[in-house]
């Protein structure tokens, strides 16, 4: 086998079809006969529901059936949602509200599903779902990001969902009162719409005894569960299949209410049942990321080396809670609460807030960029009021011997945070940037200078498997329990076990996102994939070359123990004689030994990996329009081994582009009233190519010692440091037009505005 940590990129397999509209996805492969499903949404953000008339839409041509929550109940269904609660300082766990797959009795946000239409044609089922008449009665509204307001959930009358705690609050603040120096910052993270290229979307068969249910997701196993759980069925009746998906970012990577609707219609009708979700419906439905307040504090010594920290969070749930919704802004962001920095004396106090809005969720990086942009920029803020250069008051408390243990728990195994920063100020040529400066002044522009020193930690199972099948016609499954999303797994995947086993390239075709051929997975999510299915592969190739040892022995006519493997080939000692592993495969099909034609293994990770790096980003403003310009854009990483360096790039790209468009164009706004005042892209801005920069990518890698590849997930990393590299950018260029304090997203019209208060206060 090939020495971990040899990297090479290969052209991406799957580009072609992509690119040329071959991709195969839910909306092209649902089956021709399928009826169409259309939900009836609530058009308010709380009422009561007091009548549900069906009757006239029944009659409408076209019409196979129309299901309520009662019809659900009716049919022996469990109708709940599933979703985990955190423990709460006096040991018990968070109360659970019920979350029903369509409203009972209430809606609690706009777009909520209240019923479903099926037709024959998507057009009837449109028609219909506007002929079903429901009454409401509306109640007081709370979109407010505070505790109180009028009740959503009778378990929490006071709104809050949950309160998590960490740390020692009394050591904290005896440290604070000790400090030389303390600084605050209240830091406004913007609710973002993921709005994946591919919008949410279901099919699903009975076929009398099975259901098979295909949805572009980023796993099938979870949805398979909970189905089987809510139709009363066991696992092995329930087949659940992704097919090509189009993005995800961590809303595509758990069960939503459409889901047992749909499956209940295919199973009640006898008929295949399909439903895609539009783009505003998407925008008022899909769970929403960011979405929280956090107020931040640290204290420093005399020598300007942080002593302690400590943050109050107040996040916003939406209407209900959502699968991994509460430990997200609470345990998930925790593990990289102090980022790349010594502090041992901290205090968190998290509380999530029920509003009458959509769910609030897994968003790229899942609380990971949240923790990092409020310790960054509270760190940007100190120096700023210390009189200080910001990358030197960092680098006066980074870690630096490893193994560390966090004051949150996790340990970090290695890492060399000085020599990342010191590659990415020669990569983002600090030494130019005054001339820079001034060549902007000279335009009447501008331009600040950010950074972020981030670190971030890869979650999800740490278990995985990986299944080889050489195949009758000459070729090599890879089932993996992963699932891509558009990140290049087919290449990664298929370029890893040809290094590993000599197995052509070419020759290999991966297998994902079915429960019916593939044992067990953990799905995409938490930048797992590469590093847990790659180890899982290394294992089952190690398994291979063992199995085949044997055999391979006999056809060379040696002795097991003369036998070796390298190369991609066994080769038998001093007779020189070499067998490639499929001509091993070959040899053993012709023998009638299928048992050496299929492997598997599973592994399990013995720790996390921490991915780390520095963003160095500068801007430039138009103090007349307001205008923000991401002009300079540097990044150095810290991924350990590298696989494929170009997708690893890629996928930093994309997630700066997320990072960016949440910092500087990206805002969901709803009315006192709850509506979604940015259900468009009319109306609400995504990044387009000409706000994205070019982007300077390089690495400094220090192998993990957590897996035996030392690689560390790149598929967040971007964003966790983008955020606040930008917000520090847009600070830096502002400071000297009196402007202190700014917050997402840095839209020109806002950014104007700060400009002329702080204009008219100079002028006061």
């Known amino acids: 086998m090939s020495e971990f940590g040899k990297s090479q990129t290969v052209r991406r397999v799957e580009d072609i079809r992509f690119l040329t509209g071959h991709g195969r996805y839910v909306d092209d492969i649902a089956p021709a006969d399928a009826l169409f499903a259309v939900f009836v949404r609530a058009p308010v953000a709380h009422a009561t529901i007091t009548g549900i008339d069906a009757d006239d839409a029944r009659a409408m041509p076209g019409v196979e059936g129309i299901y309520t929550l009662a019809d659900l109940e009716a049919a022996g269904l469990t109708v709940a949602m599933r979703y985990a609660t955190v423990r709460q300082p006096g040991g018990e766990n968070a109360p659970a509200p019920e979350r029903p797959v369509l409203a009972r009795d209430r809606v609690r946000f706009v777009g909520e599903p209240v019923a479903c239409v099926v037709a024959r044609s998507l057009a009837e089922a449109k028609d219909a ?200 802004q609470s345990s998930v962001a925790a593990r990289v609460l102090t980022g790349v920095y010594d502090i041992q004396t901290v205090h968190v106090l998290a509380r999530g807030i029920y509003t009458n809005t959509t769910q609030v969720d897994a968003y790229r990086g899942a609380g990971r960029p949240e923790a990092i942009t409020t310790l960054e920029r509270l760190i940007d803020k100190a120096a700023r009021e210390f009189g200080l250069d910001p990358w030197e008051l960092r680098a006066k408390s980074y870690i630096r011997e490893f193994p560390y243990k966090t004051a949150s728990g996790e340990t970090y195994d290695v890492g060399d945070f000085p020599r990342v920063a010191a590659r990415l100020a020669e990569e983002a040529d600090l030494a130019g940037y005054p001339a820079r400066k001034a060549a902007s002044a000279a335009a009447r522009r501008l331009r600040g200078l950010g950074t972020c020193f981030y670190i971030e930690s890869i979650l999800g199972d740490p278990s995985e498997g990986a299944e080889v099948i050489f195949e009758e016609d000459g070729t090599v499954s890879l089932l993996v329990g992963t699932q891509s999303n558009g990140q290049g797994h087919e290449t990664t995947f298929a370029q890893f076990l040809a290094d590993q086993s000599g197995i052509p390239f070419e020759a290999i075709r991966v297998v994902q996102g079915d429960s019916d051929r593939i044992r067990k997975g953990g799905g995409t999510g938490g930048s797992r994939s590469a590093t847990v299915q790659n180890s899982a592969t290394v294992a089952t190739v190690k398994k291979m070359i063992c199995a085949f040892t044997p055999f391979v022995a006999g056809e060379l006519g040696a002795g097991p123990e003369a036998v070796e493997f390298e190369d991609g080939a066994f080769r038998a000692g001093a007779s020189n004689r070499v067998m490639t592993m499929m001509e091993a495969a070959e040899a053993a099909r012709a023998a009638g030994r299928t048992d050496l034609l299929r492997h598997h293994e599973r592994t399990t990770l013995p720790g996390r990996s921490f991915p780390n790096g520095a963003h160095a980003v500068e801007v430039e403003v138009d103090p007349e329009t307001g205008a923000v310009a991401v002009e300079r854009y540097t990044v150095t990483d810290d991924f350990g081994n590298l696989i494929h360096p170009m997708l690893v790039e890629g996928q930093v790209h994309g997630g700066i582009a997320q990072g960016l468009g949440q910092a500087v164009t990206e805002r969901t706004v709803h009315d006192p009233q709850g509506q979604l005042l940015s259900a468009s892209f009319m109306d609400y801005a995504m990044p387009r190519a000409d706000d994205m920069p070019f982007i300077r990518f390089t690495t400094e890698p220090v192998p993990s010692t957590a897996n035996v590849l030392g690689m560390k997930g790149c598929g967040e990393a971007g964003t966790v440091g983008a955020i606040a590299a930008v917000s520090n950018a847009v600070l830096d260029a502002l400071w000297e037009s009196g402007v202190r304090e700014v917050q997402m997203p840095f839209t020109p019209n806002r950014v104007w505005a700060w400009l002329q208060r702080a204009e008219a206060g100079a002028a006061a």
């Open 129 to 328: 779902a506007e002929a079903v008449m429901v009454d409401y009665e509306d109640l007081p509204v709370h979109v407010a990001l505070a505790p109180g307001g009028p009740a959503l959930h009778p378990e929490t009358p006071d709104n809050v969902a949950y309160t998590w705690e960490l740390g020692d609050a009394a050591a904290t603040e005896a440290a604070f009162a000790a400090a030389a120096h303390r600084v605050t910052l209240r830091t406004d993270h913007n609710r973002v719409i993921a709005n994946s290229m591919e919008p949410r979307g279901a099919y699903a068969e009975w076929d009398g005894a099975r259901l098979h249910f295909c949805f572009n997701g980023q796993g099938v196993w979870g949805v398979r569960d909970e189905l089987a759980a809510q139709m009363g069925l066991p696992n092995e009746a329930v087949r659940v299949t992704n097919p090509d998906v189009g993005g995800g970012f961590g809303m595509k990577s758990f069960a939503h209410p459409e889901y047992l609707t749909i499956a209940h219609a295919a199973r009640a009708l006898g008929r295949p049942v399909r439903w895609m979700s539009e783009r505003t419906e998407a925008m008022l439905t899909d769970n929403a990321g960011r979405d929280l307040v956090a107020e931040a504090e640290l204290a420093f010594d005399a020598d300007h080396r942080i002593t302690a920290y400590r943050v109050n969070i107040l996040s916003n749930l939406g209407a209900y809670c959502s699968s991994f919704a509460q430990a997200i």
